[in-house]
Every structure is written in C-alpha cells, then in structure tokens.
C-alpha cells in the first residue's frame, strides 16, 4: 500500500508533523501515531527552506483519556509523570520509495489516509516540547515500559 500524497506533502514538503488515533482496548486511555520529520542539518551560506527530510521518528503515546490539551493546557508534567503514561519512539530513514515509513505505518492497526496536523488533537503530549524528557529516560522510566 503506497502512502497518501497528503501525507507525503506533509513530511516532505511543508515538513509538518502529523499524527492519528490508534484504537487501543484500555478503557479511558487514549493513544496516538505522530510522525516528525527529521530535517538534514548542514550549514548554509544562505537560510533557505530548502533542507531535504532524511529520515522520521514515530511515536506512539498512550495516556489518560482525562489529559486533553483544553483542560491541561501546557502542564504536560502531570501527563508524563502519570504511571499510566507510555511513549515508544521507531525512527526510520527516509528512501526513495519510502517503504521503510510504510513498513512501520503499516505495522500499525491504523487507517494511513486519517493522519492530520497535531492541533487537531486534543492531547498536550503530542508535539516536540516534551523532548527534554527524552534527554534522561531514567527520571521517567515508566514512559518506556510496553506500549
């Protein structure tokens, strides 16, 4: 199954993260595909929009349905240090025929044709800012346990 158009213009074009519901069975759990765009980072003369995406990080999240952005807002602490909370992280390189992102969406029980921007979803664990929990896994090591 060849990705969506869409879906490509998002990663590659306007390099725009994305993400989808997946169904999970845990009642009031709510999970998450986001997928980043990870850019080339060469120095330019010049600043350009231009930088090529060479690979991607997958990331599956998994917490409290109660956690939703309108009510937590930017207190993603309270998210993340719920036990409850869970984060798998899959990076893959980009090719020219993207099947290595297509194995792994596809590894997936979601629809690929159902992947949007970020604000559409209402969780505030979905975007870049969290990475600062990435940087020392064992302050938070219930993040990594089974997905």
């Known amino acids: 199954m060849a990705l969506p158009e869409s879906l490509l213009e998002f990663l ?43 690979s991607y990080e997958i990331r599956l999240i998994k917490h409290k349905d109660i956690y939703t952005h309108e009510k937590w807002g ?6 993340l240090d ?25 590894s997936i029980d979601i629809d690929i044709n159902d992947f949007n921007r970020l604000r559409i979803y209402d969780s505030p664990v979905l975007d870049n800012v969290i990475d600062c929990y990435f940087e ?12």
């Open 136 to 147: 020392h896994p064992s302050q938070s090591p219930h993040l990594w346990e089974d997905f």
């Open 74 to 79: 930017y207190d993603w602490d309270y998210v």
């Open 12 to 54: 590659h074009v306007k390099r725009i993260e994305v993400a989808t519901r997946l169904t999970i069975p845990e009642n009031g759990m709510q999970a998450y595909v986001v997928i980043f765009p990870i850019i080339e980072i060469r120095e330019l003369k010049y600043y350009n929009n231009l930088a090529d995406t060479v």
């Open 82 to 106: 719920d036990k409850t909370t869970r984060i798998k992280r899959i990076f893959v390189n980009r090719v020219d025929d993207n099947n290595e992102l297509e194995k792994v969406l596809t």
